[in-house]
T-cell receptor
Framework: QKEVEQDPGPLSVPEGAIVSLNCTYS??????FMWYRQYSRKGPELLMYTYSSGNKEDGRFTAQVDKSSKYISLFIRDSQPSDSATYLCAMRKQGAQKLVFGQGTRLTINP | EADIYQTPRYLVIGTGKKITLECSQT?????MYWYQQDPGMELHLIHY???????EKGDLSSESTVSRIRTEHFPLTLESARPSHTSQYLC????????????????FGNGTRLTVT
C-alpha cells in the first residue's frame, strides 16, 4: 500500500470553477504537507506549505489538512486556464528531510 | 524562478552507453537530490546529498551513481544505460543551514528526459 494516495485524474473543469484536489495518507507521523504545481516540461514548484492541521490561504489557493482523517486538500477558486498543470501533494515527518509524493493530479481549465 | 539547471533537457542514447546527467545550482544550497518521475507515478528519490563529499542512496533502487565534489554540482552517472532506465530525472536542492528551519522547500530543475533504445 502506498503511503500517499492521489487520484491522477485527468480532471477537466470550466474556467471560473472551484477546483478541489485531494490526497489521503496512511502514516500518522506526517506533520508537514505541501502542494507542488508542475507545468508541462517543467520541474515542480512549491505552491502551498502547511504544518499540522488547519487551513492556509494564499490568494485563490487554500490548503486544508485534516489529520484525524489523514486527508489533505487544495482548493482553487476562480480557476484560470493558467492553472492547468499537474498538482502533486507531498508530505514528510517531523525531523525528516525526505518527502513522500503523491502521483499528481493532471488538471485542465477550459476557457 | 529557482536557479537550478539540468543538462541535457532531452537525451536519446543506445543501450550500454555511459551517460552523465548534469545538475548545478547557484543558490548555495547544502542539500541536493535526484528524483525519478514516470508518467502517472509519484516522484521517487534515488540519491541525495547533504553536503560536499556526502552522498546517500534514496528509497528507489537505482543503478546510477552520484558525486558531490562541489556544493553547486551534483551529477548523476549511469555506467551502462538500459531501456529500463528510460524516465524523467529531476534534480532538486534545498537550504539546510544550521539554525534555519528545516522546513525549506525543494527547488527543482526542469528535468532531463532520458530515452534508452
Amino acid at each position: 500500500q502506498k503511503e500517499v494516495e492521489q487520484d491522477p485524474g485527468p480532471l477537466s473543469v470550466p474556467e471560473g470553477a472551484i477546483v478541489s484536489l485531494n490526497c489521503t495518507y496512511s502514516n500518522s507521523a506526517f506533520q508537514y504537507f505541501m502542494w507542488y504545481r508542475q507545468y508541462s516540461r517543467k520541474g515542480p514548484e512549491l505552491l502551498m506549505y502547511t504544518y499540522s492541521s488547519g487551513n492556509k490561504e494564499d490568494g485563490r489557493f487554500t490548503a486544508q489538512v485534516d489529520k484525524s482523517s489523514k486527508y489533505i486538500s487544495l482548493f482553487i477558486r476562480d480557476s484560470q486556464p493558467s492553472d492547468s498543470a499537474t498538482y502533486l501533494c507531498a508530505m514528510r515527518k517531523q525531523g525528516a528531510q525526505k518527502l513522500v509524493f503523491g502521483q499528481g493530479t493532471r488538471l485542465t481549465i477550459n476557457p | 524562478e529557482a536557479d537550478i539547471y539540468q543538462t541535457p533537457r532531452y537525451l536519446v542514447i543506445g543501450t550500454g552507453k555511459k551517460i552523465t546527467l548534469e545538475c548545478s545550482q547557484t543558490m548555495g544550497h547544502d542539500k541536493m537530490y535526484w528524483y525519478q518521475q514516470d508518467p502517472g507515478m509519484e516522484l521517487h528519490l534515488i540519491h541525495y546529498s547533504y553536503g560536499v563529499n556526502s552522498t546517500e542512496k534514496g528509497d528507489l533502487s537505482s543503478e546510477s551513481t552520484v558525486s558531490r565534489i562541489r556544493t553547486e554540482h551534483f551529477p548523476l552517472t549511469l555506467e551502462s544505460a538500459r531501456p529500463s532506465h528510460t524516465s524523467q530525472y529531476l534534480c532538486a536542492s534545498s537550504s539546510g543551514r544550521t539554525g534555519v528551519s528545516v522546513n525549506s522547500p525543494l527547488h527543482f530543475g526542469n528535468g532531463t528526459r532520458l530515452t534508452v533504445t
